[in-house]
Every structure is written in structure tokens, then in C-alpha cells.
């Protein structure tokens, strides 16, 4: 008799407090924990796509010096069409017999041959005296990130810029484009970092 009012009680006390779920929502850390995985990821996965199809589709290679002190780099493909271009401004620094790379703009292209994907990379310029020891391994770092989106008539609707920095808030800069007799207009909205590879 102990046994089945044991028993009994137990089930009697699982179905009760069963019917009381627990708290499904989610802290506002681990969501923003989540959303900048995600976003990482994203990045990773769009990145290698351009990459895999920079490495898949290259035919020819050709270097254009606009001036002493800046480079253009074209990345064909077999049908003659512009796949990436790498620009590549110089600059004379006073420490620095050679000049440094400056602003170097990586820019992606689609089967149009409109840039979708953009890169701002700042270089960095390192002092001739230093030791072989003390070689820097970074030659430059990413400031700003630029998605081109188009309608079916290869006109430009959306673009989106998210500049990489330390402080301040982390913010995409999302400009919509809409024209009107040949005008176009411009309208920019301040969306969250997560929304650029939406």
C-alpha cells in the first residue's frame, strides 16, 4: 500500500507541476551572443564564395599604373569579363625609403560586371629598421564593408556599408535607391550590424 500511494503521489506531482512549462524566453545576451555568431558565419560563408569563385574563374591578370603612387589589378575571366579588381593607392611616409600601400579598395563583381561586394582595407607601414624578430604579420586591416544589390534591369536599388570599428555603436548604413524619370533618389536607414548579409 506505501508503494502505490508512493507511486501515485509521484505521477500525481509530475502531472501536476508537468502542466507548468518553464520559461522559454531567451536574455538579451545569449540572442546577441547567437546573432553575432550567426553573423560571423554569414560573413565567413560569403567571403568564400567570392573567394572559391575568384580562385575557379581567373583567366588572365592585368596591372594598370594610373600613377606613380597607385595601381589598378584586374582579375579576368574566360569570357573577358571583369571578375575582381583590386585598387591600390600608395604613399610616401617620412621613416620609409619605398612608399606603404594606402588605401587598398577590393571590389567583387557579378556576371554584369557590377561591383556587388566591396572591401576598404587600410595599409600599414612598418619601420625599415626593424628586426627580422619583429616582422609584423599584418600588412594591412578591413575599415569598411560595402554590399551592392541590383533589380532585374541592373539598375542599383539597395546598398549596404558597415565600417569596422572598436567603439561606438555597430550600425549598418542601408541606402535605398528608387528613380523617377531618370532622377535618382536616395534614402539611408541606420539598421543593426546584423542585417548586412541578410
Known amino acids: 500500500m506505501k508503494t502505490l500511494l508512493l507511486i501515485s503521489s509521484f505521477l500525481f506531482g509530475q ?18 551572443s547567437l546573432r553575432s555568431e550567426l553573423w560571423q558565419r554569414s560573413e565567413t560563408i560569403n567571403r568564400m ?14 596591372t594598370i599604373f594610373i600613377r606613380q603612387d597607385s595601381m589598378v589589378i584586374n582579375h579576368w575571366t574566360k ?21 606603404c600601400k594606402g588605401l587598398i ?25 626593424e628586426k627580422e624578430e619583429d ?12 554590399r551592392v544589390i541590383y533589380d532585374k534591369a541592373g539598375q542599383k536599388t539597395k546598398r549596404l556599408t558597415y565600417e569596422y570599428q572598436s567603439y561606438g555603436r555597430q550600425a549598418v548604413y542601408q541606402f535605398t535607391y528608387s528613380y523617377d524619370n531618370g532622377m ?3 534614402t539611408m536607414k541606420i539598421m543593426d550590424k546584423y542585417s548586412f548579409w541578410d
Open 15 to 32: 502531472v501536476v507541476f508537468g502542466q507548468y512549462s518553464k520559461d522559454t524566453t531567451i536574455s538579451k545576451w545569449t540572442l546577441d
Open 49 to 62: 564564395k567570392y573567394a572559391y569563385r575568384l580562385k575557379g574563374s581567373i583567366n588572365k591578370v592585368d
Open 79 to 99: 569570357e573577358n569579363k571583369l571578375l575582381y579588381q583590386e585598387s591600390i593607392n600608395l604613399r610616401k611616409v617620412s621613416f620609409k625609403q619605398d612608399y
Open 105 to 129: 579598395v577590393k571590389r567583387f563583381f557579378n556576371d554584369e560586371q557590377r561591383p556587388v561586394f566591396i572591401e576598404y582595407w587600410d595599409g600599414l607601414c612598418y619601420d625599415e629598421t
Open 135 to 146: 616582422v609584423k604579420y599584418f600588412d594591412s586591416k578591413l575599415r569598411k564593408i560595402e
Open 184 to 186: 535618382e533618389k536616395q
